[in-house]
């Protein structure tokens, strides 16, 4: 092991040029004029992990392509297999005017990387590939079989990973897997996360005359599509901040008393959190703490909203059309397609006869929560004490990572979520960094995570 630990130390400075060269790459995945990029990207990856000793191809999907990377398989014997689970996306980089520094020009300053996809997710899963690294290179055995399955989809929904892990079930058969994309509290606070919220997401698009008209000459008599969705967007929450769709809370499992508890033990209350997020004031759920409504709560949030002229100056127009970008946060036991359901059914309700409403895609993922008891879970604590010098705690996190639950579904295995990221690494905002710190330590945890699985 001191092998391995040593060649860590030596070599962090090379590690950071690496994964700043992984972090050029503009892979934003929901982008097409980013299309070039993924791939690009993709195949970088792909041969950086032949050059640190992996066998790595590039699979073709219907959407961005998946790099796949595997240990060298030592002998016949059965070893413990896990699956590393990364995504080489990104979300979009805009406003660009918020950056201090381009968002695809990584700038070190002081302990902090910041690039956009450095914390979210290229940083992360690249600890884990540099603690392989280290065992390959140092020529020390790895007690077991390791897959890496770095994936070009995420922050869009991970639509074709499904169908590949169908595809590669038995080749990908394994004991657990490993996720890093996730958080931990502090610096010094390392973490385990048992739970993530599930996802819906949809747009609404609300049209009404064929064409932008003259507010003047015809305001008034018509409706107004951006005042209309308004109104209706309005009314998909209550005063006192829950969701107002009928059934919407049906399924939904109380939190206990005990969760409770542990919840509130956990840094990042109240004050801290208005300070952070520069609000005025907090708002939620109404009997819940802010750690309960953003880990254990469902939510509604327009994430986009667009109508009318948006250029310099004014123009009088009413616009044709307005349109939002919905995602609902899940908790268990809500079912992603009875939420969508629901909420066809209430806007629908809710569209004046003045206009008319389309609701475009929508897909969605469940609520992931697994025991934080299980032997790999504990083994994952021993690993992450090893490395950060604290014990870990237990997180239920409010973000979600979509594919998990087909993870579980199609692999039959559990995920350890460690997370590396801490809670002002600006992820999806402007302004992205990883913190060195926690680059170093996520691979030396990593480092001692395969020994203790591998035990257990
Ligand atoms: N890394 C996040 C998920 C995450 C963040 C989990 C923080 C727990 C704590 C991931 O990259 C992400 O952003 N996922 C998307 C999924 C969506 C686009 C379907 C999300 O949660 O918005
Ligand atoms: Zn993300």
Redesign the pocket.
């Known amino acids: 092991m001191n092998a391995v630990t040593d060649y860590l130390n030596q070599n962090q400075p090379r590690f950071l040029q690496e994964l700043c060269e992984y972090l050029r790459f503009a892979s934003v995945s929901a982008q097409p004029q980013h299309q070039p990029d993924m791939k690009a990207c993709a195949a970088w990856l792909a041969r950086h992990c032949r050059q640190i000793g992996l066998d790595a191809q590039v699979c073709p999907t219907a959407g961005h392509p998946i790099v796949l990377a595997r240990t060298p398989r030592a002998g016949s014997a059965r070893r413990p297999r896990y699956v590393v689970y990364g995504?080489y996306d990104v979300?979009p980089p805009e406003p660009f005017e918020l950056w201090t520094s381009p968002p695809f020009e990584p700038r070190i300053e002081g302990r902090s990387l910041y690039a956009r996809g450095s914390s979210?997710?290229k940083g992360q899963h690249f600890a884990h590939l540099k603690a392989v690294e280290a065992y390959l290179r140092t020529g020390t055995e790895l007690p077991c079989d390791l897959t890496f399955v770095l994936e070009g989809e995420?922050?869009?929904?991970?639509q074709s990973l499904e169908t590949f892990l169908q595809q590669r079930r038995a080749e990908l058969k394994c004991d657990a897997i490993v996720i890093s994309?996730?958080?931990m509290p502090g610096k010094d606070l390392p973490a385990l996360?048992y739970g993530?919220r599930g996802?819906v997401?949809f747009e609404i698009v609300l049209r009404g005359p064929d064409r932008d008209l003259h507010s003047g000459i015809f305001g008034g008599a018509v409706d107004n599509p951006a005042m209309a969705l308004s109104q209706m967007l309005a009314r998909l929450r209550d005063r006192n901040g829950r969701v107002a769709v009928p059934g919407f809370y049906d399924a939904v499992v109380p939190l206990t008393a005990p969760e409770r508890r542990q919840l509130a033990r956990l840094p990042l209350q109240e004050a801290a959190l208005r300070r952070l997020l520069g609000v005025p004031k907090l708002l939620g759920e109404r009997g819940y703490t802010a750690t309960e409504q953003r880990s254990a709560r469902p939510t509604i949030e327009i994430n986009g909203l667009t109508s009318g002229y948006q250029g310099e100056g004014g123009k009088t127009i009413i616009p044709a059309w307005a349109r939002a970008k919905i995602?609902c946060r899940l908790v268990p036991d809500q079912d992603p397609d009875r939420i969508l359901a629901l909420l066809r059914r209430h806007l629908k309700q809710l569209c004046p006869p003045t206009v008319r409403l389309e609701i475009v895609g929508g897909h969605g993922?469940e609520a992931y929560l697994v025991s934080p008891a299980s032997p790999p879970a504990q083994a994952s604590l021993r690993a992450l004490k090893a490395a950060f010098g604290r014990q870990p705690v237990l997180l239920r996190?409010?973000?979600?990572?979509?594919i998990v639950n087909d993870l579980k579904r199609i692999l039959g295995a559990d995920s350890l979520m460690l997370?590396l990221?801490l809670p002002d690494c600006n992820?999806?905002s402007p302004n992205e960094k990883f913190d060195l710190d926690c680059f170093a330590k996520g691979q030396l945890m990593s480092a001692h995570l395969w020994r203790e699985l591998a035990g257990t």
């Open positions: 995504h979300q979210d997710n995420e922050e869009v929904g991970s994309d996730t958080g996360t993530l996802i997401s995602t993922a996190e409010g973000g979600s990572i979509p997370g990221a992820a999806h």
